[in-house]
């Protein structure tokens, strides 16, 4: 099976959007966790499949390259594509072009199929029709270890709400990136925005449990080390580079 790529155009509403008018990044990853749901579906792997057979998919890695970020009343255009498949995991990559056909947003993604009720990785060949990935990337770069902070200039705690948890029953993986965006001081964030965005998922955090958020802000690069406030249980690393509006 060829699967091709998937391009779906996006209108910018206002409710996406934050107080600078600029997309939300938590709405962005959701954007692009509906391309990937739809496209898996029109190949009959989709959502329902996976839960039909006891299966998931897990997002391990997120990198973002944002040029600029679009704003409301645009129109995007959203394309992706699987580019490599791995005995355990699939990598999917993701461009944003605006209305004149320019790449606004580069990213790539990796995803682990896993056994839902043990909660391990299952590998791929064996629970996925032979298909063929399309040999190109968005973003050439592996997924590379995140630093730990060295120091914590900046904690924050919020405790994980209903509507923080998806259809998997864990936190979605587009809240990640807002709790450590949360984290930093108001004014920083009033005048920067994200540039590149690195995230890795470690385990999954549990609706009413608390999250603890230590962040690094050095210059324009922020690293963040999200745990279980309970039993201290890494949930994700993310490093933000950022630029002034």
Request: aromatic share 10%; charged share 30%.
């Amino acid at each position: 099976m060829n699967v091709g790529k998937i391009t779906l155009d996006y209108h910018i509403k206002s409710y996406e959007c934050d107080c600078n008018g600029n997309l939300r990044l938590l709405t962005l990853m959701n954007i692009f966790q509906d391309v990937a749901d739809t496209h898996a579906s029109k190949l009959g792997v989709g959502m329902e499949h996976y839960k039909a057979h006891g299966l998931a998919w897990v997002g391990s890695n997120y990198i973002i390259k944002i040029e600029k970020m679009p704003r409301w009343h645009e129109k995007i255009t959203v394309t992706s594509w699987p580019s490599v498949e791995k005995k355990l995991g699939a990598i999917r990559d993701f461009e944003v072009r605006n209305e004149n056909d320019e790449i606004i947003i580069r990213a790539t993604s990796q995803w682990i199929l896993i056994d839902f009720a043990k909660r391990r990785p299952v590998c791929l060949r064996d629970n996925l029709p032979e298909y063929t990935v399309v040999s190109e990337r968005a973003l050439d770069t592996e997924f590379s270890k995140l630093p730990e902070p060295e120091k914590i200039d900046y904690q924050q705690i919020f405790q994980i709400r209903f509507d923080d948890i998806d259809i998997n029953k864990h936190v979605n993986n587009a809240v990640y990136p807002l709790w450590a965006t949360e984290a930093l001081p108001h004014d920083f964030r009033q005048d920067h925005i994200p540039h590149l965005i690195e995230i890795a998922f470690k385990k999954e955090g549990i609706y009413g449990e608390n999250v603890n958020i230590h962040s690094e802000l050095d210059n324009l690069t922020s690293l963040h080390t999200i745990y279980a406030d309970n039993d201290k249980r890494e949930l994700a690393k993310i490093k933000i580079q950022w630029v002034k509006l």
